[in-house]
């Protein structure tokens, strides 16, 4: 029997886990969102709160809720807990 250590990581158990951090999502345009994941389904679709669109360092707008549809999703970071 293998150690739990050794189990393959499953990328949806880890984004459910991880509701509530905060995130910073590339999509395939290169634009990327930062903020709060509020929910994940088993699509990946997104929905962030306290948003911010940005291009490169600039910040594009602010949003108070963002939903991202996850087939526009190129990686989801999550951020350091602090």
Do not use: C, H, W
Not at 36 to 51: G, R
Not at 69 to 81: H, S, T, W
């Amino acid at each position: 029997m293998s150690s739990p250590s050794s189990q393959p990581k499953r990328p949806l158990s880890t984004l459910q886990r991880s509701i509530n951090r905060k995130v910073a999502v590339r999509l395939k345009s290169e634009v990327e969102y930062r903020g709060k994941m509020n929910n994940v389904d088993s699509y990946m679709n997104l929905i962030l709160t306290d948003a911010e669109e940005f291009n490169g360092t600039d910040v594009l707008a602010n949003y108070g809720k963002v939903v991202i549809r996850g087939n526009n999703v190129l990686f989801i970071k999550l951020e350091k807990e602090f």
